[in-house]
């Protein structure tokens, strides 16, 4: 049988990608050499939102799902560290295990109610799943209410030393990569295209024999328990854990992240992180209208550059 | 030959429009089984039905002895049922090979596989490659579906519904809106197939039913009104009024 010349359009990660990879992993070296310590946080903070756009990439990128509620899972992966170091309890296998199992269910829950509906529906239940969740944290007085509260220590690994930055922020990195590996391999899996093909003819591929709502949901839960992981982080990093965390605004920053940077793309999440942040810092040395900027960038983007900046590679590229 | 699908006095509704009106036929093993009818007779709709996307309004649908009447598309399709659309109905921006071979992906075995890449499974892709060489798209595998012509398409909806590896086939006009050259070839790839697949054809084109089938109902306005081989639906006198209208007369 003849071979077909490609399968699968070809979407290894580019150079780009491998690049700045590279970049982050000797990032803390330049920085100490540079003495520049502020950018290690800059960067650990962006890392660990391009995990989250890592796993809600999948979904709204790879399926078609537009969910407008992922900082959800912020807040469970955070709390899954914080009430636990507020009775004394620090080890990080239990803070990790909590955050999946509990991003997991709340995806599982949530999902199987809100996959049955499309469009401006989904996101609409998506969002309100998200601000249930506020107000539950909002209402737990114990754990500090509004205010939120302060996580003395780091979680506890064995042989990882959170405690220390550095350590912390090639933690943040590995997670990155885990993720970005994981999710390209899903991708071009069976299920993968499984999602992909439903995303374009949901219709068609029930025809074909899929019953694509188990699918769906299952991609839906994955996508939770990456952002659930990312919030675990999110806590770890700030050693401060909020309800505000799952605020709104902290949802659509995602999907901005992952518009800015190209929907269903490896690079995009990434590139999207980065891109988000740093100009969100530079923008706010000059004003504190810094929004009002970032509104119009992303209006020229949307406009002119269909695809992200991930786009504009790919037609560079060409 | 036993009957492979059996219809009896199946029903639609669409508020108060009766699209199918107690239908019955019957469908047996390795024939070619077409179903001609004017314009708004139902045809679409029951196929549709028989596929499981519509609701039966009444009626019953056996499919191999197994009352297959409240299963959905995806349960039918299992069983062996396939079907293709007479509107193109595929994922447009994956190729040709990408959309057969999730077809074939959904006969063999579950999805539920999140590492391996399906580039490396050779045995999906090499019944896709089969499929498509049937209906003589092989040497456009890499093409995406929606930079390929409208009758390309319609050779991809019957390779998707061959690469399920169905029992029966429900093809949905395939030549609908086809130039003379691309029915001629849609006739021969469906001539391959006969004898070897039980198939329904909804079909306009006369030439094309009258040289394939087996044997063709009619269906008006919602009722099958006449079964039979080529000469009896040509000599039929109900037949000849629904199309030609009082000019028999």
Redesign the interface.
């Known amino acids: 049988m003849k071979t077909p010349r490609r399968y699968l359009p070809d979407s290894l990660p580019g150079w780009i990608l491998w690049g700045l990879l590279l970049l982050l992993a000797v990032g803390p070296v330049i920085i100490f050499f540079t003495g520049q310590l502020f950018y290690l946080d800059l960067v650990s903070r962006i890392m660990i939102l391009a995990t989250a756009a890592v796993g809600l990439n999948l979904i709204v990128g790879y399926g078609g799902m537009v969910s407008f509620g992922h900082a959800a899972y912020f807040v469970i992966g955070a709390y899954s560290v914080g009430i636990p170091a507020y009775y004394g309890f620090y080890n990080g296998f239990l803070h990790l295990g909590l955050a999946v199992g509990f991003s997991a269910l709340f995806a599982v829950l949530t999902g199987a109610v809100s996959l049955r509906t499309r469009g401006i529906y989904f996101i609409m239940i998506t969002l309100a799943f998200a601000q249930m969740m506020y107000f539950t944290f909002v209402s737990l007085e114990e754990y500090g209410g509004d205010d939120g509260l302060v996580i003395l220590q780091r979680s506890r690994f064995p042989g990882i030393d959170l405690e220390n930055d550095v350590i912390l922020y090639y933690a943040i990195f590995a997670v990155l990569v885990l993720a970005l590996i994981f999710a390209y391999r899903l991708v071009w899996s069976r299920f993968g295209r499984v999602i992909v093909g439903a995303m374009h003819n949901d219709r068609r591929m029930q025809s074909l024999g899929f019953d694509t709502f188990r699918y769906r949901l299952t991609c839906y839960v994955i996508s939770g328990v990456i952002c659930g992981i990312a919030g675990f982080f999110l806590a770890n990093f700030s050693n401060f854990i909020s309800p505000e965390m799952t605020d709104w605004s902290h949802s659509a920053e995602l999907l901005l992240i992952l518009i800015l940077g190209g929907l269903g793309s490896m690079l995009g999440p990434v590139i999207g992180s980065f891109f988000f942040v740093l100009v969100e810092e530079w923008l706010s040395t000059f004003t504190v209208y810094w929004q009002l900027y970032f509104g119009a960038m992303l209006v020229a983007v949307v406009l002119f550059g269909r695809g992200g900046i991930n786009g504009l590679f790919e037609r560079w590229r060409k | 030959m036993s009957a492979m699908l059996e219809v009896s006095d199946l029903v639609k509704k669409f508020g108060g429009i009766t699209a199918v009106d107690h239908a019955s036929l019957e469908v047996r093993e390795h024939e070619i089984h077409a179903v001609i009818g004017p314009n708004g007779a139902g045809k679409t709709t029951l196929v549709s039905q028989l ?1 499981g ?1 519509l609701r039966a309004d009444g009626g019953r649908t056996r499919f191999r002895g197994e009352d297959i009447t409240s299963l ?3 349960q039918r ?2 069983r062996g049922l396939a ?1 293709s ?1 007479q509107i193109t ?7 040709l ?2 959309n057969v ?3 074939v ?3 063999s075995g579950h ?9 490396r ?1 050779t045995e999906t ?2 019944k896709a ?1 089969e499929a498509l060489k049937v209906v003589g798209l ?1 040497d456009r ?2 093409r995406v579906a929606s930079e390929v012509s409208h009758g390309e398409h319609r050779q991809l909806e019957v390779a ?1 519904a061959l690469a ?1 590896e169905p029992v029966m086939l429900l093809l949905d006009e395939p030549m609908a809106g086809m130039g003379p050259e691309e029915t001629t070839t849609m006739v021969g790839i469906l001539e391959k197939l006969k004898g070897d697949k039980t198939i329904l054809l909804v079909e306009h084109d006369m030439d094309a039913v009258f040289s394939l089938a087996d044997r063709i109902s009619v269906l008006v306005y919602g009722q099958v009104i006449a079964t039979g081989n080529r000469e009896e639906i040509q000599g039929n006198r109900d037949v000849q009024v629904a199309y030609l209208g009082d000019m028999v007369e």
Not at chain 2, 89 to 95: A, E, G, Q
Not at chain 2, 111 to 119: K, T
Request: net charge negative.
């Open positions: 596929a996307e959905r598309p995806a399709a299992h079907r659309f109905n595929v994922m447009l921006p994956m190729t090979l990408e071979a999730l077809a992906q959904a006969q999805s539920f596989r999140f590492w391996q890449p399906v580039s499974e892709l090499d490659m092989d595998a890499d998707m399920m």
